[in-house]
């Protein structure tokens, strides 16, 4: 590391705290903390949803995906599009419509207290499993880029978080993303380029290796649940899309943050739609990796590198002074921007559905402050977290974080999909039907007996709660409910406009 690459990533992370201290000033009601006061213009919410989906995980977990095998975990980001463009119409209203600011709020509206408090912790438990797992790569990474103590990289880059998040809320939040997300679109298309061009033959001998390898492919295409194939990538993208985008906090807050409708689905379609060509690019340069590193006259590799570990590898000893400096700030600017947006969200939560349910007449300016104390125990948490998962090791990092996700989603799509789809399901229905989730995925995880994939887990636990829960309904005579509250609300809105 030269003394211009030190200096380029000191000046990014003293950005996010002067970003933090610039709109400190403007915090002075929850509304703003945690929704930008509904007055962020669309585009930037939407980088904003696309820097918080792209973090670190994306930035070297990727190209070590891709490096050691193929595509084929792209195929779930594949997804995301698909079903964003049959929900986010139907979503995006009701949540602005039916819920002051957090996602679970729909929940109790639907089926109760215990739906919400059921999914609200769920979230918590995946976010928290999430920033370990954030925090570890980043850390592993920097730490040797910078010859640093990993656990001095966690505790800089928490407190960096911690102070961005706690002054200046979901507004510096936001754009600094806008920030962060230039940054990382910049870093990944330079190591692209050098990749490219840096091998004897250039892109034509990149992608002649590449085929040869079979590396740009999605495969296996078998009709298998039991390994992991296109078509276990394909469920597990429907599921992952509808939890993001319609059950996420971090993403349904960022709705609220936009100035109508109409605007907060546009941000929608712009961070969906930047986020896809980012997976594939960091997918690619994974695969040009591979084919630096087994072109004729190629540089060798260290012997037992592990594939997560070429891309650092590359950044660190192929990369010319300054620009290795700006990468590297990419990819601590990856980790701020998708964990500034856990920090706010769970502090978000916490006072929306804790509370102020505690407090019921507590004031604006209380819970401001409450939610302000969250975000720093949130983020000590966190730290905490890292510095666990650091302890234990990182072995299958990526395939670790989906299988969190799998076992942490709790149903929650299953319980939203229900509420959404159907008027006759009731609570005590759902109540059956998280039972049922619950029970399975005990069996699932705790016993050897599972026949297929892991990443299956979630897609099951959702269609449990939706299938179970919507049958045992029938038992339960209840009134319909609000049509506001499921899609026919919708349907009859559109009916009434044409």
């Known amino acids: 590391m030269h003394w ?41 919410v939407g980088i904003s949803i696309f820097a918080t989906l792209i973090s670190s995980v994306t930035f070297l977990a990727y190209p070590g995906a891709a490096y050691a ?105 936001v754009w600094m993303d806008v920030v962060q997300g230039g940054l990382l679109i910049g870093g990944g298309i330079i190591c692209v380029l050098i990749l490219m061009f840096g091998i ?80 594939a690019l960091f997918m690619f340069i994974g695969t040009a990796l591979f084919a630096y590193y087994h072109a004729q006259g190629a540089p060798l590799l260290p012997e037992g590198l592990k594939a997560d570990e070429v891309f650092p590898y590359f950044i660190a000893h192929e990369l010319p002074v300054g620009i290795r400096g700006l990468i590297i700030a990419a990819l601590a600017a990856a980790a701020i921007s998708s964990l500034d947006a856990d920090l706010n969200c769970l502090s978000a939560i916490a006072v929306q559905d804790y509370y102020v349910r505690f407090r019921k007449h507590a004031t604006d300016e209380e819970q401001l402050r409450f939610g302000k104390w969250m975000v720093v125990i949130a983020g000590v948490g966190a730290i905490g977290v890292a510095c666990l998962y650091i302890s234990w090791g990182g072995e299958g990092v990526l395939g670790a974080l989906f299988s969190l996700y799998a076992i942490f989603s709790a149903g929650i799509v299953g319980i939203f999909m229900l509420g959404l789809l159907s008027r006759r399901a009731n609570k005590q229905g759902l109540y059956i039907g998280i039972a049922a989730a619950v029970a399975f995925t005990a069996w699932a995880t705790l016993t050897p007996y599972f026949p297929h994939h892991k990443y299956m887990l979630g897609v099951y636990s959702h269609l449990i709660v939706l299938v179970v829960g919507y049958v045992a309904s029938f038992f339960f005579k209840t009134p319909l409910a609000d049509k506001e509250l499921t899609i026919y609300g919708y349907l009859e809105e559109k009916k009434k406009e044409s």
């Not at 992370?13 to 962020?40: C, E, L, P, V």
């Not at 995006?92 to 109760?112: A, C, H, N, Q």
């Not at 807050?253 to 739609?273: F, M, P, S, T």
């Open 4 to 44: 211009i690459d030190y200096l380029i990533v000191i000046l990014s992370i003293a950005a996010a705290i002067g970003m933090g201290m610039y709109f400190a000033h403007r915090q002075k009601d929850t509304s703003t903390y945690f929704a930008g006061g509904g007055k962020i213009p669309a585009w930037a």
């Open 69 to 173: 095998g193929n595509w084929i975990l792209l195929v779930q980001g594949l997804m995301v599009p698909i079903v964003l463009l049959a929900l986010v119409g139907i979503i995006v209203p009701l949540f602005r419509k039916v819920i002051r600011l957090s996602t679970y709020e729909y929940f109790e509206r639907r089926f109760g207290l215990f739906a919400r408090l059921y999914s609200s912790f769920a979230f918590t438990l995946g976010h928290f499993s999430k920033a370990g797992t954030v925090f570890f790569l980043v850390s592993m990474a920097l730490a040797t880029f910078l010859n640093i103590n990993i656990y001095s990289i966690v505790l800089i880059l928490g407190i960096t978080i911690i102070i961005l998040t706690l002054l200046g809320g979901m507004e510096a939040i």
């Open 200 to 279: 004897e033959g250039g892109p034509s001998e990149l992608f002649a290796i590449a085929s040869e390898y079979d590396k740009i492919s999605f495969g296996p295409y078998d009709w298998d649940l039991t390994h992991l194939t296109f078509l276990v990538m394909v469920l597990n993208g429907i599921f992952y899309a509808l939890q993001k985008y319609g059950t996420d906090q971090t993403i349904v807050q960022r709705y609220l943050a936009a100035k109508n409708d109409h605007e907060a689905k546009k941000a929608a379609y712009i961070g969906v739609l930047m986020s896809v060509p980012i997976w």
